[in-house]
């Protein structure tokens, strides 16, 4: 299974972008479905997850009220609406799905960079 992330590009601060996800190949039935973000020098860090059972959303505290996690089912996507983008959210983003638990991501995507100037 391969996971295309797209979207990403260069925003002022304040202003909104909006990341998609896409899986193909091998048909799989994901728990979840995540985006992960990584800064310049720092560690990866989770952003959002949902669960694709009941739909149920997740948060990083940094991003909750400005980023929105969603799929979209006849595209068979998962999307990262954000708004009120900050130069702090500029980081390379990576969509991820998980099998059987939130708490261990087994296929991952190439990343996509999002840059927030200000």
């Known amino acids: 299974v391969q996971l295309q992330a797209c979207g990403g590009g260069l925003v002022q601060a304040g202003g909104s972008l909006r990341l998609s996800c896409a899986a193909s190949?091998?048909?799989?039935?994901?728990?979840?479905m995540a985006w992960f973000r990584q800064a310049p020098g720092k560690e990866r860090e989770f952003v959002a997850a949902i669960r694709l059972s009941d739909y149920n959303t997740y948060y990083a505290p940094s991003v909750k009220g400005r980023f929105t996690i969603s799929r979209d089912i006849p595209r068979n996507t998962v999307s990262l609406q954000m708004n009120s983008l900050k130069p702090e959210d500029t980081a390379v983003y990576y969509c991820?799905?998980?099998?059987?638990?939130?708490?261990?991501?087994?296929?991952w995507g190439q990343g996509t960079l999002v840059t927030v100037s200000s």
């Open positions: 190949g091998r048909t799989i039935s994901y728990y979840a």
């Open positions: 991820a799905a998980a099998i059987g638990t939130m708490t261990k991501y087994d296929d």
